[in-house]
């Protein structure tokens, strides 16, 4: 029975994430988890009506912060664009597709101002400050990574958005086509190759997958967390969660972030039987995405190894009514009714 319970959470979990890469990110975080949501939530990246839009504000005598440039990205939807503040220190960024998206304004003099927003098809309205540095400019991993965004040609840019799309799409030799295409424009494009990776990946050409993700660390001189999660997930399919572990913590230091490291750091601790520790971790990536459906899958999972079969059954059923109509959906259907049995005879109804 135990071991009838424990194939139906692993088969459960296993799903989800695989689906999730595949779509890179299900494009990322299916077979590959990092460009997590692309894949569970794919149809949903044809609607462009989102907005983002705020002020800047200088803290001393709040006072509106003109012609700052306004940084705006999504991993998931493959989207980087900048902007400057008018003379009120107003910005909108208009047409962006449902995803979450991380704001960061970096002027010189000033301390990094951050945020990060949910678009779902209204508008989202911020207010930023920024402080004084009472220090010399030093370097800061995320911020200097996405001012350094900036360089990149338009063609490259443009090809590399055409690979996002075509791996939305599940396109795998297409996509391929144009990350590569985008890292012969821009040979510094670190991006790109991590998206090569997550192809090959998805191809299962993980020795191929895994020399993308090491070009992707190399040439962000080591800043790029998205590419250690890619290697974390690359050594958990290869059975090494311990070397996993290390990966995904590394990339965690980079950007704590994001719920898809946590995810992938919850896999490998549920292959290594600790559960306890798999489902902290679950609950991390819930703190920061309430709906990333993939967390509720090793949170439903971490459950399972420890014999709570109700907990389970309520991570399966917010999985499912997240995401009801995914390609995985119906495993994971398949998977609740197996659980359900186990619960029922744990707890007989008297």
Request: aromatic share 10%; glycine share 8%; net charge neutral.
């Amino acid at each position: 029975m135990q071991c009838e319970l424990r194939k139906a959470g692993k088969s459960s979990l296993e799903v989800g994430i695989h689906k999730i890469l595949f779509l890179s990110f299900s494009l990322n975080l299916a077979l590959i988890a990092w460009v997590p949501i692309l894949g569970a939530q794919s149809s949903q990246f044809d609607r462009t009506d989102g907005i983002i839009s705020g002020t800047v504000l200088l803290k001393a005598g709040n006072r509106p912060a003109s012609q700052v440039a306004v940084k705006l990205k999504s991993h998931a939807a493959g989207i980087f664009r900048s902007v400057l503040t008018d003379f009120e220190g107003h910005f909108e960024v208009r047409s962006l597709p449902p995803s979450t998206y991380e704001i960061v304004v970096d002027e010189p003099g000033y301390e990094p101002a951050q945020t990060s927003t949910e678009v779902d098809g209204t508008g989202a309205k911020l207010v930023l400050y920024l402080n004084p540095s009472n220090s010399p400019p030093a370097e800061r991993n995320r911020y200097t990574v996405s001012a350094r965004e900036l360089r990149i040609p338009g063609k490259a840019r443009g090809e590399y958005e055409k690979g996002v799309e075509r791996l939305r799409k599940r396109d795998l030799a297409g996509s391929l086509s144009y990350f590569t295409k985008a890292a012969q424009e821009f040979p510094e494009y670190y991006e790109a190759y991590y998206h090569v990776g997550v192809v090959k990946t998805n191809l299962g050409q993980f020795d191929e997958a895994m020399q993308a993700f090491l070009k992707a660390i190399d040439l962000s001189g080591g800043r790029y967390a998205w590419a250690d999660f890619g290697i974390g997930y690359l050594l958990f399919l290869k059975g090494k969660p311990e070397d996993a572990e290390t990966a995904v913590r590394k990339g965690l230091e980079l950007d704590s972030s994001s719920p898809d490291g946590y995810v992938i750091l919850g896999m490998a601790q549920l292959r290594l039987d600790r559960a306890d520790e798999a489902e902290r971790s679950a609950r991390e990536a819930l703190l920061r995405n309430p709906n990333f459906g993939p967390a509720y899958l090793v949170l439903s999972d971490a459950y399972g190894r420890k014999h709570e079969y109700q907990a389970q059954l309520q991570g399966l059923d917010t999985y499912l009514k997240l995401e009801p109509n995914t390609s995985g959906s119906e495993r994971v259907r398949q998977a609740r009714e197996a659980v359900q049995k186990m619960a029922a005879k744990a707890y007989p109804q008297e």
